[in-house]
């Protein structure tokens, strides 16, 4: 075992040991005030992403504004002690509240709500003589979207009456709110049937955990922001984002990022297959990066370079088709492959959930959990989403497929976050879920040969959950689990701020998103409705293939069955050597998002390669706040800092766009 996994070995098994937070948990009292705080940091989302769009902070992980939240109630809570009849909040109900704020937040994202709006309106409004999409919008049922064009040309162009006409979206919205709470329902009780083998058993280090938790519960006997390596940290942060401030509002242009370009001139083949290579130096990659093992590390800039081999190759052979070699269908060849690795490990908690239904009693036991209900829990999600996919229009086979896919790629996002801690909420081949379908099946499958065009105009609408990130919420579930586990929340606590993080957010985004659009109109606002184009690209693909069918697409058919063949053998060899070098995970993350991933690992390998080398455990362990305090120190100021400024005051404050996705 690597020197550093057993040092956060150690850290797990003391956290797991530790005993509750002192006094009773308030949990409606909490999740009344994750409510009202979400309601609150609505204004600031809604001016910072969509009406100026200057920083993208519910994309980052964590959310922004669920830090900011958290942060906000531990400079409150030694206050509460001078409060008559109030008691200071404990570790547990500050986690209930972080964890709500964060997931709701997230719902407001560009990925999720942002996105969906686009897909169900575009076919109303984008329509032309050349491409008629109203042949498409007629087949998508009223309570997924407003039946009126004229409601989708005030969504893009303002209402003459300034106000969101509410009795038009009142249905769509409580039908794609009761979806979500469903499909992250399903994912929940999946993520707690895979809880027990991923924390008690395989021992996960949950990286994105250890930042709350440090501020919470540090690992020294020095208090987090009293340690002089945090603050270290946090002004190196701080430096470098005052620095980039500088040079975007004083100096004109969008100069801000972290970022530097290689082999700008070369121009010679086959090196453009390779060059120029951006190293995207995100500091809460490498800040969150240092808890990840050293061989974890290696992997993921190992194969972002095996990539760039495979193009170089290819270029030499004469090959060149637009994308190769096609990373992003490598990835979810690795990312299936994977999940269904991960249900054939689960099989026990599977089967033991399944013969708990011929076994007397069947309630949760010392805290966990029954498992017969959450695979009933399962079950009953899945139904319920194949019935509302089928009955928005699809076929019941594409349904199943689609939903399929989506299900196995989020238990292996989920299963990234325990294990990786990457903060990314892209870090799955997005899009890919969508279009792996089309690459195997061809248009003329999907589409058929019939005038009825109802299922694949829904399954076009539904390209949102993959190219955007909403199945990414398993990631914040298995960390909340675990998360609950270390600061005295049970499992009841977190599923209520899940899932009502989940529902808030997804009203509560609609609201916040449909005001500003109605008022100025989409087009109007800097930060537009994301994803148009790509939406219309997607309804387009259907139209015209209803005219002339695409077949199977050959070339990225072989990149999947490569990317999950050279997946299952990293596993193998993972399984028969344990000393093997690469990880199959890091080849997963490489090919989901290899050009913004591999700088920073690098950056994490070789300081941690260092650091164990010549300080061993003692220098890994001093220099966690440092490193902890490097990525906050980004969130905040990056995020919750410049994040306000911008959104308040506008002007030379937009000219540094900061996204964290």
């Excluded at 440092?626 to 911008?646: D, E, N, Q």
Aim: charged content about 10%; glycine content about 12%.
């Amino acid at each position: 075992m690597p020197l550093e996994e057993s040092c956060d070995s150690t850290q797990s098994e003391a956290s797991a040991q530790s005993p509750k937070s002192p006094g009773r948990i308030r949990l409606l009292g909490m999740l009344l005030v994750g409510l009202g705080l979400t309601w609150i940091l609505g204004y600031w989302i809604r001016q910072a992403e969509i009406v100026v769009l200057a920083c993208q902070v519910t994309e980052a992980v964590p959310a922004i504004p669920g830090l900011a939240a958290f942060l906000l109630l531990l400079v409150l809570n030694p206050l509460l002690r001078r409060v008559p009849f109030v008691r200071k909040l404990s570790n547990g109900e500050l986690v209930i509240v972080y964890l709500l704020v964060t997931i709701a937040t997230t719902m407001f994202g560009c990925g999720i709500i942002r996105f969906l709006i686009s897909c169900i309106s575009v076919p109303h409004y984008f329509s032309t003589p050349a491409a008629p999409l109203e042949q498409l919008a007629r087949t998508i049922p009223g309570w997924l979207s407003p039946t009126d064009p004229l409601i989708h040309q005030w969504l893009y162009e303002a209402s003459p009456f300034g106000t969101v006409p509410w009795g038009a979206w009142a249905v769509p919205i409580a039908a794609w709110t009761g979806f979500f709470m469903v499909f992250g329902g399903t994912l929940l009780c999946l993520m707690l049937l895979f809880s027990e083998g991923w924390i008690h058993h395989e021992r996960l280090v949950f990286p994105l955990v250890r930042l709350p938790l440090e501020i919470l519960k540090p690992s020294t006997t020095t208090s987090f922001f009293r340690n002089p390596a945090t603050w270290i940290g946090i002004g190196t942060a701080a430096v470098l984002n005052l620095i980039n401030i500088v040079r975007a509002v004083f100096f004109g242009g969008n100069m801000g990022a972290l970022q530097i370009t290689i082999g700008r001139q070369v121009t010679a083949q086959p090196w453009t297959a390779v060059f120029p290579m951006t190293a995207r130096l995100r500091p809460g990659l490498i800040g969150l990066g240092y808890l990840v093992s050293t061989e974890l590390a290696f992997s993921i800039w190992f194969f972002c370079l095996f990539h760039k081999l495979q193009a170089l190759l290819m270029a030499v052979a004469g090959y060149r088709l637009s994308g190769m070699p096609f990373p992003q269908e490598q990835g979810i060849g690795v990312y299936l492959v994977l999940g269904l690795i991960l249900l054939w490990k689960g099989r026990k908690a599977f089967g033991q959930a399944a013969r708990g239904w011929l076994a007397e009693g069947g309630a949760s036991h010392n805290g966990k959990p029954s498992q017969r209900w959450l695979l009933l829990g399962v079950i009953a999600g899945v139904i319920a989403l194949m019935m509302f996919m089928t009955g928005a229009g699809m076929q019941p086979w594409l349904a199943g497929l689609y939903l399929g896919i989506l299900l196995i790629v989020a238990i292996t996002y989920g299963r990234l976050r325990a294990e990786t801690g990457i903060p990314l909420v892209w870090a799955f081949p997005y899009g890919q879920q969508h279009n792996v379908i089309w690459n195997f099946l061809g248009q003329e499958r999907i589409i058929g040969s019939g005038a009825a065009l109802a299922s694949p105009t829904i399954f076009a609408m539904m390209q949102f959950l993959s190219r955007g990130y909403f199945p990414t919420v398993s990631g914040y579930e298995i960390e909340g689990i675990n998360l609950g586990q270390q600061t005295g929340v049970n499992w009841r606590q977190v599923a209520w701020a899940v899932m009502l993080g989940i529902g808030f957010g997804a009203v509560a985004g609609f609201i916040f998103h449909l005001q500003p659009y109605y008022l100025k109109g989409g087009l109007g606002l800097r930060g537009g409705i994301w994803g148009w184009p790509t939406a219309q690209q997607e309804y387009l693909r259907v139209l015209h293939g209803a005219e002339v069918a695409v077949p199977p697409d050959m070339p990225r058919i072989v990149a999947t069955c490569f990317g999950g063949l050279l997946g299952a053998a990293l596993a193998a060899a993972r399984s028969q050597w344990l000393s093997f070098p690469l990880y199959p995970i890091g080849y997963a993350v490489a090919s989901a998002y290899d050009s913004l991933v591999w700088a920073p690992f690098l950056v994490v390998w070789l300081l941690k390669t260092l650091i164990l080398r010549y300080g061993g455990s003692k220098l890994y362990l001093k220099a966690l706040p440092c490193f902890l305090g490097f990525a906050l120190g980004h969130f905040v100021t990056a995020g919750l800092i410049w994040g306000l400024l911008s959104a308040a005051l506008g002007g030379p404050f937009l000219r540094w766009g900061v996204w964290f996705g």
